[in-house]
């Protein structure tokens, strides 16, 4: 099955910096690549996600890339804002059912 | 993109005792739904695949006799936890699958088992 590495587990930035989260898979057929935002005791919400046909995906502050060849794809946050602050899992599926990578929880000082 | 409810959204229950949580599409027809399970600090992992008239497809580990999953109609699939025991304390996530893959999460259900 699926295995999806993430890096780091722990990221802390200043206010205004960027923040960059990585993650690799294992699986070629691999074709959806969603990121989440997840608060304490709340549900995953989808910030953004690319599709195995694109390389690179820019919604305002936030990108992702996706290296098919290389099977790793990275969120980048921009001018981060302590509201950014939270755990942020990448996933990648073939077939529907997501495999989450670890989780990075992203610390924005002020 | 989809609604989907969960109830409870909390529960706690004493050792032993079996716990049904219902995941519902607000406006959806959902044939595909995933039930996941994320304990403190860690992950999401899937737990079980539900499908609508037919038996759920469970991730290797997880006990089919323990986490009944049952998806009898388009908009409601349930998992009962039977003889919950504390290690069972967890937060449990339903979603249902969109058209393009894409998935719609429950607001979640935080199970305590004392």
């Known amino acids: 099955g699926e295995n999806v590495e993430q890096h780091p587990s722990t990221l802390s930035v200043q206010e205004g910096d960027s923040a960059v989260i990585k993650c690799t898979y294992s699986?070629?057929?691999?074709?959806?690549f969603p990121w989440y935002k997840q608060e304490l005791g709340k549900r995953p919400q989808l910030i953004i996600d690319?599709?195995?046909?694109?390389g690179e995906k820019k919604d305002q502050r936030i990108a992702v890339t996706l290296n098919k060849t290389a099977k790793h794809f990275s969120l980048h946050i921009t001018e981060t804002q302590p509201e950014d602050s939270a755990v942020y899992f990448c996933?990648?599926?073939?077939?529907?059912?997501?495999?989450f990578g670890s989780g990075t929880q992203l610390t924005v000082l002020p | 993109g989809a609604v989907v409810s969960q109830h409870p959204s909390w529960v706690i229950c004493k050792s032993g005792t079996s716990v049904k949580i219902e995941c519902r599409s607000l406006?959806?027809?959902?044939?595909?739904m995933f039930w996941y399970r994320q304990f403190p600090k860690q992950s999401l992992m899937l737990m079980a695949t539900s499908n609508e008239g037919s038996k759920a497809t469970y991730e290797q580990g997880v006990e089919k006799d323990k986490f009944l999953i049952n998806h009898a109609s388009l908009t409601l699939s349930t998992l009962t936890v039977t003889s919950a025991h504390p290690e069972d304390s967890s937060f449990y996530i339903c979603?249902?699958?969109?058209?393009?893959?894409?998935?719609?999460f429950g607001p979640g259900t935080r199970l305590t088992v004392l």
């Open positions: 699986d070629s057929a691999s074709n959806y």
């Open positions: 996933a990648a599926t073939p077939l529907g059912q997501l495999t």
């Open positions: 979603s249902e699958r969109g058209l393009y893959n894409e998935q719609f």
């Open positions: 690319i599709r195995s046909n694109v």
């Open positions: 406006d959806f027809q959902a044939t595909t």
